[in-house]
């Protein structure tokens, strides 16, 4: 069933003498009921697969302290997040603009005498500010999962096996998995002699795949043009296993790497082997544009969705700005692209129908009574009286089960001379015959109370 994506209030092109003005802030979520209903069971559904592999979920703060949380955050990113001022301190506050930055202050300031490795996953909100013309979202709602205190590749392993199997459970297989490792990028910007600051400037702009402004910058720092083509050929070294074979000769047996190319060479096989051929791309200048990352990263991408659904990588050294070094993996997942790429596939699972409770004024305790004890057996009821006569209950159920989308209809006080059974009006798809349809919009049966769950589980009949 297709369903609306979460709106965005976004501002008029038009240019008016005075600015309209918006009801909600530029790049802020409204979520209507219907896709509310979707964007909870999607969250639940992967935090259940992410609790079944282990990871517990954490909850974080909304806001934390600017010079607490400052070591684990770039300095765009800290002067792009929404800051107020605490008033009780006078403090800088800023709202959420990066989870793992909050996991790896947790980890290394709240979470000292945990057992190792850590398994924790999470459901939030990120707030970051983005100019009004770039178009993208300045509230983002994400799921995620990390691993804490182990390096190696099986732990790589695990977290990109992870994403996937989550992405499969939701319904999502037309997918394509970006990996690489930064480090590879990284060492080529160390050896051609960048300043630090030119290297910054380099992998912001091979983050963004900027080849012009990479060649500029490569031009500002004077880079030979040896170094400059190792740097740039890197950048575009995208496919499968052959990319290996052209990165070991554009690393000209530079140690770091080599290790790198090793390090990532030994994830892929495994994820091969594992049955993850098909959804792998290799790509040497995948660069997540976030500076704690220092080894095996990814995206993931589905059809028809111009922006990655999520990614993440390796960590080894960001828990230490914190005070505690531990080596660590994860990754995020953009809970609204998940909602439109299912979407716009139309993998969206069918939510579960709500059932619709209705009879006489004068049944009202039986009417609570049997919804309570449905809503006890898992089953999502609605509750209505109606003031009718018994031989008209059954055409007036069936028109607000229309008005009101209800799958299956429960009437009570249809018979009166057998108290122990309901009416059940059940929504059938209409049939054709020619041009004529044959089926009605629901079918009735009476069913014993003591079986209504049994026959709710079970589902509708279906007509002959």
């Known amino acids: 069933m297709a369903t609306a994506p979460p709106t ?60 607490v949380l400052a070591p684990g955050l770039e300095p765009r990113l800290a002067e792009n997040s929404y800051k107020i001022i605490d008033r009780t301190t006078g403090r800088i506050l800023l709202l959420r603009p990066d989870v793992t930055a909050q996991i790896a202050r947790t980890v290394a300031m709240g979470m000292v005498g945990a057992r190792l490795p850590l398994r924790l996953s999470y459901r939030a909100t990120v707030f970051r500010y983005e100019p009004e013309h770039v178009g993208r979202d300045r509230e983002l709602f994400q799921v995620g999962a990390e691993l804490i205190g182990v390096d190696d590749p099986a732990a790589d392993c695990e977290m990109i096996t992870l994403m996937i199997e989550s992405l499969r459970q939701i319904g999502l297989q037309s997918i394509k998995v970006s990996l690489g490792h930064v480090g590879f990028f990284k060492g080529l910007l160390v050896c051609a002699g960048l300043t630090p600051e030119g290297r910054k400037r380099a992998e912001e702009a091979a983050a963004r795949k900027d080849l012009p402004r ?64 098909d959804l792998l791309l290799l790509d040497l200048g995948e660069f997540r544009g976030f500076d704690y990352y220092d080894g095996v990263v990814f995206d993931v991408f589905s059809d028809g969705i111009e922006v990655e659904l999520g990614g993440g990588g390796r960590y080894n050294h960001l828990i230490g700005r914190f005070g505690r070094d531990l080596p660590s993996t994860g990754f995020g997942l953009n809970v609204d692209s998940l909602f439109r790429s299912l979407n716009l596939s139309g993998a969206m699972k069918p939510l579960e129908s709500k059932i619709l ?4 004024g ?18 999502r009821v609605l509750q209505r009286s109606i003031a009718a006569a018994a031989q008209d209950l059954p055409r007036l159920a069936a028109d607000i089960g229309r008005e009101s989308d209800g799958s299956t209809i429960i009437v009570l006080g249809t018979d009166t001379s057998h108290a122990d059974r309901v009416l059940l009006l059940e929504r059938t798809e209409p049939q054709r015959v020619g041009n004529t349809r044959r089926t009605p919009p629901f079918q009735s049966r009476t069913v014993p109370k003591q079986d209504l769950v049994h026959t709710l589980r079970r589902g509708p009949e279906r007509a002959s």
């Open 362 to 379: 004068h049944m009202s305790h039986e009417l609570v009574s049997l919804a309570q004890e449905l809503r006890q057996s898992g089953l």
């Open 8 to 67: 965005r209030q976004v501002s008029s092109e038009k240019v008016p003498l005075v600015r309209e003005r918006s009801l909600v802030p530029v790049g802020m979520a409204t979520i209507l009921p219907e896709a509310t209903r979707y964007v909870r069971h999607l969250e639940s559904e992967l935090l259940q697969g992410f609790y079944r592999a282990g990871y517990d979920e954490i909850i974080l703060p909304t806001f934390e302290y600017l010079d």
């Open 214 to 277: 990479l060649e500029e910058i490569l031009l500002q720092e004077r880079v030979s043009k040896r170094s400059a083509h190792r740097i740039l050929s890197a950048l575009e070294l995208c496919g499968t296993a052959e990319v290996f074979v052209k990165g070991r000769t554009l690393a000209k047996g530079e140690a770091p790497l080599l290790q790198a190319l090793d390090r990532l060479e030994h994830v892929y096989h495994v994820l091969c082997a594992s049955g993850f051929k």
């Open 357 to 360: 409770v209705i009879g006489p």
